[in-house]
């Protein structure tokens, strides 16, 4: 008998195998072939037994799991986008676990782009990176930190990566000559990249989750969601409707005078799902203010749905309640019976949740921290940086006030242009406990993120440099210490002959998607005595994900360590830097990693605590304590 083990690498070799569309299920993973042609079945056992190592003998199926098929949430929006679609499906999977089940998770983007990662944070928000080195789209990052999972760049599909697999299946001649079309070929690619992925296990336990929560992202009738809407409706079908349950979102709006709660556009969308072939089991109405029981009742009567599946996540005073709201909605009980896992499940457990979330209601103190920015006019362009200053003040029992600073005011030019932004920027500046200069792209306000480093380095103020902001800091030294004048990144300035941050020779010149030096990579510590490995508790190495083309000049590095500015971290060849610090000044650290992604709720990220401790005068005393994590 073979074991059937797949690694995410190995399952995606399959998919785009040369031997036409696979099938896989849940029960793949187990004893049984599930639905394969002959030359397919004996290239996956081939591969199986090929793929048995030692490193992913962790993911074979556990018993548990083998007679059980996969238990797909399907989450939907409708009537406008920005409902909050990915905190509501990411919250019914912190309920589901909170069941005891083990849950895993989806993104559908049916955008063209393969992936976000040549999206404009000013557009889409955070891109955020996976282990993997997948960029994607940022609500994989609430998913991540809602479920405490890791997830792989497959749990994110988009228009783009679908087209992409079947035109590449396309041009080699798997298709025997047929016409390659949406119906079946693009549903087809659809269903099995869902299939396969759902299967993966994302929380370091053995075997599939037991449920995976999808969530479409757009709305209901977007015409790009379409082959998704058609791939889902035969998903639902083949999976038979004890597998299957659909949530869609929708909002409840109130007009005029009157304020009436408004049904109508909700009865609309769920009767455009319907039309599509798809049957909403629950619906998660949106509103400011709690339902009234009467606009449930229009709800369930002309929706379809019983009154005990009509949810409402009302505004609540931040989003670790909508877990709670769903739970005392009784979601768990709806979705599971849906799902026939009443049997399964028990009640759910969240009290670790009920306690962060009302922590943070009765908070008091806060500390202000200035972020120094380019895309500060949309907060979502560094959700993971603001929530992981969010887990780092909770665990300091402070609440984050965070002063966006657009970094192009505090430049000289602004002192002319526009004398009044300057001078607030520069006020909002001196007024804050701590400096964090997060990632970005391109020169825009460069100027001004080296006047805040200089500000931070000078004046003893705590100061996080993440990824550009660690290159930014290297500038600024260079420039006021070494007094390199021209020193300057080559990406900000391609002439000049100071490069003391330049392009990684592995980089593409030709290539911008996903050709960047990405995801989860070792940072070797140099030295136990550095604020890093106190903090991580790890005087070896730390292990954080990166995304990024230019790195420090390593011909640079004796003349910034001369002058004190130490390389406490480098990659394993020892020629790349990855953590700076000034061991002179209370902590200035700039990293070239991204360590917001991953922050947890419960376990922050090590950087972004010390960096509040030292803000609030607290860090000395907690390295005290805790040194190399005793
Ligand atoms: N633009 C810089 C680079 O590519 C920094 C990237 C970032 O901050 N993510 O190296």
Redesign the pocket.
């Known amino acids: 008998m073979y074991k059937y083990l797949l690694t995410p690498k190995s399952l995606s070799a399959v998919r785009s195998s040369s031997l036409g569309l696979l099938r896989f299920r849940s029960k793949f993973a187990g004893s049984k072939l599930w639905n394969c042609s002959f030359p397919a079945r004996t290239l996956i056992q081939t591969l199986c037994l090929h793929t048995e190592t030692e490193e992913n003998r962790h993911i074979s199926q556990s018993p548990s799991h083998t007679d059980r098929a996969m238990k797909y949430v399907l989450v939907t929006g409708g009537v406008v986008s920005g409902l909050g679609k990915g905190v509501t499906a990411s919250s019914i999977g912190v309920v589901l676990k909170a069941c005891g089940l083990r849950v895993t998770s989806i993104k559908i983007d049916p955008y063209l782009n393969t992936d976000a990662g040549t999206m404009s944070p000013f557009e889409h928000g955070e891109v955020f990176v996976l282990d993997d080195g997948g960029e994607v789209d940022l609500d994989l990052g609430n998913y991540e930190r809602f479920l405490d999972v890791t997830l792989t760049r497959d749990n994110n599909i988009t228009t783009g990566k679908i087209f992409q697999s079947v035109i590449e299946k396309e041009r080699r001649g798997d298709y025997l000559g047929k016409t390659v079309q949406v119906v079946p070929h693009i549903t087809d690619a659809i269903k099995n990249w869902i299939e396969s992925v759902a299967v993966i296990p994302v929380d370091g336990q053995e075997g599939p989750a037991d449920v995976c929560v999808i969530e479409l992202g757009g709305t209901v009738g977007d015409i790009e969601s379409m082959p998704f809407i058609e791939a889902l409706r035969q998903l639902s079908f083949s999976v038979g409707h004890d597998n299957f349950c659909l949530v869609h979102v929708s909002l409840i709006p109130v007009l005029g005078v009157v304020g009436e709660q408004k049904t109508k556009p909700t009865q609309h969308s769920v009767r455009e799902l319907r039309a599509l072939g798809l049957t909403a089991h629950l619906l998660a109405c949106r509103s400011a203010q709690p339902l009234l029981e009467n606009t449930k009742e229009k709800l369930s009567q002309f929706c379809h749905v019983p009154a005990a599946n009509i949810l409402n996540i009302h505004d609540v005073p931040n989003i670790w309640h909508v877990p709670l709201l769903l739970r005392n909605q009784n979601a768990h009980h709806a979705v599971l019976k849906q799902l026939n896992l009443l049997s399964i499940a028990t009640p759910p457990d969240l009290q670790d949740w009920t306690k962060m979330a009302e922590t943070f209601d009765n908070l008091t103190n806060s500390v202000r921290i200035a972020m120094v920015g380019k895309y500060v006019g949309l907060t979502d362009s560094y959700l993971s940086v603001v929530k992981a200053l969010l887990h780092a003040c909770i665990a300091c029992s402070l609440k984050p006030s965070i002063d966006w600073i657009a970094a192009s005011d505090l430049e000289d030019d602004s002192a002319k242009l526009t004398p009044e932004a300057h001078a607030a920027a520069w006020e909002t500046l001196r007024n804050a406990a701590c400096v964090l200069v997060p990632?970005?792209?391109g020169d825009r306000g460069v100027r001004g993120m080296i006047l805040a480093a200089k500000y931070a380095r000078e004046n003893n103020i705590p100061y996080l440099g993440i990824?550009?902001g660690m290159?930014i800091s290297v500038i600024e030294f260079a420039r006021s210490v070494l007094g390199i004048e021209r020193a300057n990144s080559e990406?900000f300035d391609a002439q000049t002959s100071d490069h003391v941050v330049i392009f990684m020779p592995e980089g593409s010149t030709t290539h911008m998607g996903s050709t960047?030096r990405l995801g989860s990579r070792k940072t070797l510590l140099q030295t136990p005595d550095c604020i890093t490995a106190k903090l991580y508790g790890n005087p070896q190495y730390v292990d954080e994900r990166h995304?990024?083309?230019?790195e420090v000049n390593p011909q640079v590095i004796g003349a910034l360590e001369e002058k004190g500015l130490k390389f406490v971290g480098k990659d394993e060849t020892g020629n790349r830097m990855e953590i700076l610090e000034l061991p002179s000044h209370p902590f200035y650290v700039g990293v070239q990693f991204h360590p917001e992604f991953k922050s947890r709720p419960r376990r922050p990220s090590p950087l972004f605590l010390g960096f509040i401790l030292a803000a609030t005068g607290k860090l000395e005393a907690y390295l005290n304590i805790h040194q190399n994590g005793v």
Do not use: D, P, S
């Open positions: 990632g970005g792209f990824c550009l290159q990406e960047m995304r990024h083309r230019y």
